[in-house]
């Protein structure tokens, strides 16, 4: 006789077999293969291919100032790769000790005056000239600092680089301490917006430069892990509060 075990609370379910994932076909198996060879490989291959291109326009270009009888070239049966580079190397360090001297300043303000004089190239030098002081600034933490700023609206965060503290008319007309946010586009870093944030506004982050740049140039896909302390990962530094949704006109019961 059989016994009805639908309603007995105490038999035993059958036991649900595992779902075996569907064989890969050999075609799908060397396009994946092939793909993952391209994630790891592209990456080397189009740095290599980069670096070399920039060393060799350097080296050949720089190689060219050599005088032919200094050259050692001229007297050995093979080229000498990154001579080009070691001459670039001498003579910018040679430049600098120059400038730093009182005849070596005494030339830069009068080339500066030169160029002060000419209409387009002026802007163009000053424009350069404090860029390149600025990152190069031994105190200065412009460029160096990541940001999370809430962009473009309430509750939407968008990563930026904290290039100083703003200062003269900018500074002077906003009663609040400023800050020069750039606020890049993705995946062009080089393209984006200069923001003026009051500093309360800005959230400073522990991340580095560089894992800021591979975070925007990677659309978020490559996300660097957090180096701060666990205690530090466990309390947030920003606390959204919920929105009060807005009552329509209407709404509520009338008595």
């Known amino acids: 006789m059989n016994q009805d075990t639908g309603n007995n609370p105490g038999a035993a379910e059958p036991e649900s077999k595992p779902v075996k994932a569907p064989k890969l076909s050999l075609a799908a198996k060397l396009r994946n293969y092939f793909l993952a060879g391209i994630i790891l490989t592209a990456p080397v291959v189009i740095t290599i291919y980069v670096s070399w291109q920039f060393f060799d326009y350097v080296d050949q270009n720089f190689k060219a100032l050599i005088p032919p009888q200094y050259n050692p070239e001229t ?3 093979f080229s000498l790769p990154g001579l080009g580079l070691l001459v670039m190397f001498v003579l910018i360090t040679a430049i600098g000790a120059l400038a730093a001297g009182f005849i070596g300043r005494a030339l830069v303000r009068a080339g500066e005056r030169i160029l002060a004089r000419m ?5 163009i030098y000053s424009a350069l ?3 390149f002081e600025t990152v190069f600034a031994d105190k200065s933490k412009a460029f160096r600092e990541v ?3 809430e962009y473009p609206r ?3 965060w968008a990563l930026g680089f904290a290039t100083g503290t703003t200062t003269g008319e900018v500074q002077h007309v906003i009663d609040d301490e400023v800050v020069n946010v750039f606020l890049p586009t993705t995946p062009n870093p080089t393209s984006g917006y200069l923001l003026f944030l009051p500093r309360r506004d800005v959230t400073f982050l522990a991340m580095n430069i560089e894992d800021g740049i591979k975070m925007v140039i990677s659309c978020g896909v490559v996300t660097p892990p957090d180096r701060r302390p666990e205690a530090e990962q466990r309390t947030p530094l920003i606390r959204c509060a919920p929105e009060t949704p ?3 006109p209407g709404d509520g019961t009338h008595g």
Not at 119 to 123: A, G, L, Q
């Open 246 to 248: 807005t009552a329509l």
């Open 147 to 149: 940001v999370l700023i």
């Open 119 to 123: 209409p387009i190239v002026r802007n």
């Open 154 to 156: 309430k509750g939407s």
């Open 75 to 77: 007297y050995l049966p």
């Open 129 to 131: 000239k404090q860029i």
